[in-house]
């Protein structure tokens, strides 16, 4: 299937519209020059999805919209051939050339000759669209099936290149039993490997699980950051996610930011 069909073009052009970013820079940051104003960050709408690559899609997938509560744009899959083969991996294959070693062997699938193929999946949140990945041999079902690689054993967010998706929490919620919820409605799934952390340190799988509810939430009170709520958690494919509440002076910062924001690029018109 090409990648250059203009019907998906302008399928990924709508799903494009519909995305913002959920983050952006501080007022002091925003504040640039006119001259950086019309290079590269002037061309821009935004951040148009987080991607994550999955070993099992339908897992996943039943994660982020029925735990979640996404909502699916669109599904589209059976990707190979050689455009789409160089237009994701065609650095890393070059760097295993230069190392001589076997493409497959530093998890590179063969999109090019139709081996393996790629499905994706788009879901829609308030402010930000995630999309799914997954990675499978061509002899596996479309959206479902075993995953062309293992996934990676090293999920610290301290490694370099480790990314996360943040997720915002409205002001009404309570922090605590939200992540309480998240863990038992996960593990109901069957998705047991949903945990997210304490602010209190555990020697065992059984301490964390019995932290007090308190437990469950960092609320920062202090410092540039007050208001600033937050959970680490990894979802059910082992992937970093954080859940946030921005509250007091840190929902004034970012208030703030969004404002100078948009006056910094009405006034670039």
């Known amino acids: 299937m090409s990648i250059n069909n203009p019907g998906r073009r302008e399928v ?26 019309s290079a590269l960050g002037a061309r821009l709408q935004g951040v148009q999805h987080f991607g994550v690559t999955v070993q ?10 029925q735990v979640l509560g996404g909502t699916e744009i669109m599904r589209d899959g059976d990707f190979q051939g050689e455009v789409i083969h160089n237009t994701l991996l065609l650095t890393e294959e070059l760097e295993a050339k230069q190392r001589q070693v076997n493409p497959r062997a530093v998890g590179i ?3 090019r000759g139709g081996a393996q193929r790629l499905d994706v999946r788009f879901i829609q949140f308030d402010n930000v669209v995630i999309e799914l990945l997954q ?6 079902p479309q959206g479902s099936g075993a995953s062309f690689a293992p996934p990676t054993e090293k999920t610290s967010p301290a490694y370099p290149r480790s990314m996360h998706i943040c997720f915002y929490i409205r002001d009404d ?14 593990a109901r799934r069957g998705m047991s490997n949903v945990k997210a952390n304490r602010i209190i340190s555990s020697a065992s799988e059984q301490e964390r699980l019995q932290a007090p509810l308190s437990a469950n939430t960092n609320r920062i009170t202090s410092g540039k950051s007050d208001g600033w ?31 100078t924001r948009r006056r910094m690029l009405a006034a670039a018109l």
Request: glycine share 6%; net charge negative.
């Open 109 to 111: 699938p063969d999109l």
């Open 173 to 186: 919620v309570d922090f605590n039993q939200f992540v309480r919820d998240l863990e038992t409605e996960s």
């Open 229 to 259: 709520t937050l959970i680490y958690a990894k979802g059910p494919e082992g992937e970093q996610l954080e859940f946030v509440q921005v509250r007091g002076q840190a929902k004034r910062v970012f208030g703030d930011a969004i404002e």
């Open 135 to 140: 990675y499978r041999d061509s002899s596996q």
């Open 56 to 65: 099992n899609m339908e897992r996943a997938f039943e994660f982020y919209t």
């Open 12 to 37: 990924m052009l709508a799903v494009g519209a519909m995305a913002a970013s959920a983050f952006i820079p501080t007022a002091a940051q925003a504040a640039t020059t006119s001259a950086s104003r």
